[in-house]
Each structure stands twice: as C-alpha cells, then as structure tokens.
C-alpha cells in the first residue's frame, strides 16, 4: 500500500519559514518524479514545485515562489522536503505532496496534505 505522509505544517508569522516533510513508503520512492502542490478552498490546486528522481538536473519552482521555496529529496530516506523562507500570508493553504511514476505513464499518488497557516 503506497502512503504519502505529508508533515511540518503550522502557524507562522509573516516572515517566518517552515520545512515541509514528505515521506513516501510501498513505491520505489527513486522512480518517481515528486511535486509539492497547495490548494486554497474554492480555488485550484497550484503547483509548487517539482523534482525529479534523480535529484539533480533541473527543479521547477512556480513564480510565485521562487527565491523564497527550495525542493530537495533524500531517496535513502524515500523523503522529499520543501523549504519555505519570508512565508506571506498569500501562501496560506493546504500543501500536498505527489509522486509520479517516472516508468508508468500515469501512475500517481497523492498524500493527505498539510495545513499552513501564515498570519499577517
């Protein structure tokens, strides 16, 4: 059974950071492509931002948080990371973590996400 468990979320006051955790168990966490997504009520989920399996090569990062979000991802630890620094309260929303098989088209999991709260 593929789990996604999505940690680190909390109250933060503008200017502040938080470290979003994911960890991944029943894939082959190394053959996947991971995403960070958030998602505000009554609004589409947006894409944050995204890494490959190998880790290096190029991440991609929405312009909305650019400079300010980094993705990185440890395959010994079947964990992917999302640093957020100078949080605004416009990044208030329910973060999810996605994996995507980099081997079968189409297979992807979603986790349960995580609560962040910035205030003003």
């Known amino acids: 059974q593929v789990q996604l468990v999505e940690s680190g979320g909390g109250l933060v006051p503008s200017g502040g950071s938080l470290r979003l955790s994911c960890v991944a168990s029943g894939l082959l966490f190394s053959n996947y492509y991971m995403r960070w997504y958030r998602q505000v009520p009554g609004k589409e989920r947006e894409l944050i931002a995204g890494?490959?399996?190998?880790?290096?090569?190029?991440?991609s990062s929405a312009d909305s948080v650019k400079g300010r979000f980094t993705i990185s991802r440890d395959n010994a630890k079947n964990t992917v990371l999302l640093q957020m620094n100078n949080l605004k309260p416009d990044d208030t929303a329910v973060y999810y973590c996605n994996a995507e098989s980099e081997r079968i088209i189409g297979q992807q999991y979603w986790g349960e996400g995580t609560q962040v709260t910035v205030s003003s």
């Open positions: 890494i490959p399996s190998s880790g290096g090569g190029t991440t």
